[in-house]
């Protein structure tokens, strides 16, 4: 859900005005680094712009005009990767109002401060409590890299599940503390936005934080968008009925999720050359061995698009449960209705139809279903 709500904030303003001309100006300077030229990426008013400042004496500027007071913009400078060669870039975030906004740059492009506007000062002080956070990533990021290539699975995984671990930190300790003391700072939306991670979004949490914003900010046009965006996470979360669907099996026959009524059913969304889905699929086995007796089936939903790929998997892996796909990817016909925006991810539903878990993965699995089933 995170880079739904993220994608959004950049569509969406703030603010509470319609879209009219809204001039601003960056006035940015460098300390202890050096940089020939800076780009920056906004909505205008009549759509998307990209513009670059060429470097003088260790500054830069940039006019325009907004789409709207208070539209969140991206500077960026890009660099060759010494190792790989790749290109990358450097990025740093601010909001765009109709005062002089001043950046400064000291030792890495990120590390920024803001003078100039209340809301850039405000979010500057957000950037500075993330900031050991993405320093950690950028360092598991690194060796689940290494370990890619030297195709150690295991390693891949590990590094993985810290980088999720590190998101759920930030997440709890800097955006949600963010939102529960600022409810109504400017840049409340951006820590509304980014909080909670792809993996574990707690619908209940995010209802509760944007629901203590003041009513100006939730009937805004970005809250009237993020009010939609829960009313999605909503058809998911835990409690409620499971959507139904149909789609074909692996012999071309049709199977709705809603056969499954009477039993407990794990949802399961995978695919074929995703990784960790097939790092997954051990346990998923493992538990269908020990509980399957007792009630518990699983449908396999594949965002594969290469049947045949789909199908060795199948084999590979051994899985004897039912397996489905309209061989359409992301555009997947179910993977759509869940939100599914990363893999592996799956939904627990009893024998009512109900969404009892969700996202179980290794232990928690188990787990779940010592708690349904016994031991």
């Given amino acids: 859900m995170k880079s739904t709500l993220w994608g959004l904030f950049l569509t969406l303003s703030v603010g509470v005005q319609a879209q009219e001309e809204n001039h601003f100006r960056i006035i940015g300077s460098f300390n202890n680094m050096d940089e020939a030229l800076v780009y920056l990426s906004y909505k205008g008013i009549d759509g998307p712009v990209w513009d670059s400042s060429e470097v003088k004496d260790r500054g830069y500027v940039f006019e325009g005009n907004a789409a709207a007071p208070g539209t969140v913009a991206r500077l960026f400078v890009l660099y060759k990767d010494a190792e790989t060669g790749e290109a990358k870039s450097k990025e740093a975030d601010l909001f765009l109002d109709t005062y002089t906004i001043y950046v400064n740059h000291t030792d890495s492009f990120s590390n920024t401060s803001f003078s100039g506007s209340e809301i850039n000062v405000e979010f500057g002080k957000l950037r500075k409590a993330v900031a050991p956070f993405d320093a950690r990533l950028d360092s598991v990021e690194r060796l689940f890299k290494d370990a890619a290539k030297r195709e150690d699975v295991k390693g891949m995984v590990a590094a993985h599940q810290l980088i999720l671990d590190i998101e759920v930190a930030k997440s709890e300790q800097v955006y949600a503390r963010y939102l529960v003391e600022n409810p109504t700072s400017p840049a409340a939306f951006y820590a509304l936005s980014h909080y909670g991670t792809e993996d574990s979004t707690d ?173």
């Fill in 203 to 375: 619908y209940t949490r995010l209802r509760f934080l944007f629901d203590r914003m003041p009513e100006t900010l939730r009937q805004s046009q970005w809250g009237q968008g993020f009010g939609q965006s829960l009313a999605s996470a909503a058809r998911i979360a835990i409690g409620n009925s499971a959507m139904d669907f149909v789609l074909n099996d692996t012999s071309g026959r049709p199977i709705k999720l809603s056969s499954y009524r009477g039993s407990y059913v794990l949802l399961d969304f995978w695919a074929s050359w995703c990784v960790p889905c097939r790092q997954e699929n051990p346990n998923l086995l493992k538990a269908y061995a020990k509980y399957h007796s007792q009630g518990l089936d699983i449908l396999g939903v594949s965002l594969d698009n290469n049947r045949g790929k789909w199908l060795d998997a199948i084999r590979e892996d051994h899985l004897p449960w039912k397996q489905v796909s309209d061989l359409s990817r992301q555009k997947n016909q179910a993977a759509l209705r869940y939100e599914v925006q990363f893999i592996p991810r799956n939904f627990l539903i009893d024998p009512q139809g109900k969404i009892v878990a969700k996202d179980l993965i290794e232990q928690d699995l188990i787990e779940q279903l010592e708690m349904i089933f016994g031991e």
